[in-house]
């Protein structure tokens, strides 16, 4: 999962790897936040989204990022139930930021809370239509709970609002690496990762999967397949 104020989450085995907060992390514009100060974070596999308050902030909106904030704090120290209890309060106040169903949903994972996580990432993508995150944090998600089909599913939906988006990357190869599975699209998810790769770890997977699906592609071919 991905806060939306840290970078994602790192793999351990079959998980994506990259820089952690106490839990999975989220990256991404904060579209429904923009004019009002969000931060883009980095890379991960769980993500977060930070939050900032602008002086001319309405009162509504105020409450709640200052409960989001106080989320963010006890995130942070790895009190995620009383995490999010404050990302629920403040959903209550407002229920359209999407950047709070993020994080509120990663603190739900963390709780092992599967099924309202889902939710939660489920309504940040309404909320984040061009954002990489929910849907990333959705396919990580699938992929520790052993759904690997669906988890590429939905790390493909976060690839189309962002074909760059590392952690998604990470999460569709080590998803079809589980699942043997091996596609000319496939192939350009491993090509465009292992230019941007830089842990050593992942960088090996990748290039190990790039030869396997290669191998896969010409056997299909040469059989007519």
């Known amino acids: 999962m991905i806060f939306a104020d840290s970078p994602s989450a790192s793999a351990q085995g079959s998980r994506p790897p990259g820089p952690l907060t106490p839990g999975p992390l989220l990256r991404a514009a904060l579209c429904s936040l923009a004019l ?7 890379a991960s596999c769980r993500s977060n989204k930070p939050f900032t308050i602008p002086g001319n902030t309405p009162a509504e909106l105020r409450k709640a990022l200052e409960l989001a904030m106080r989320g963010d ?17 403040s959903i209550n106040t407002k229920n359209d930021l999407g950047a709070v169903w993020v994080n509120y949903g990663v603190c739900l994972m963390e709780l092992n809370d599967f099924v309202p996580a889902k939710d ?53 190869i080590l998803a079809a690496k589980n699942l ?46």
Do not use: C
């Open 36 to 42: 009002f100060g969000a931060v883009l974070p980095a």
């Open 73 to 89: 704090v006890l995130r942070k120290e790895g009190k995620f139930d009383a995490a999010a209890e404050e990302y629920k309060k």
């Open 120 to 172: 939660a990432f489920l309504r940040a993508a309404d909320l984040l239509p061009s954002d990489p995150t929910p849907f990333e944090n959705l396919g990580t998600l699938h992929h520790e709970r052993g759904y690997d089909d669906k988890a590429m599913e939905y790390y493909e939906l976060s690839l189309k609002n962002d074909s760059n988006w590392l952690p998604s990357l990470r999460g569709v």
């Open 180 to 225: 043997h599975k091996s596609s000319d699209e496939g192939k350009e998810y491993i090509d465009t990762a292992i230019m941007m790769e830089k842990d050593p770890k992942m960088l090996r997977m990748m290039q190990t999967e790039r030869f396997r699906v290669e191998a896969a592609l010409k056997e299909r071919k040469e059989s007519g397949g």
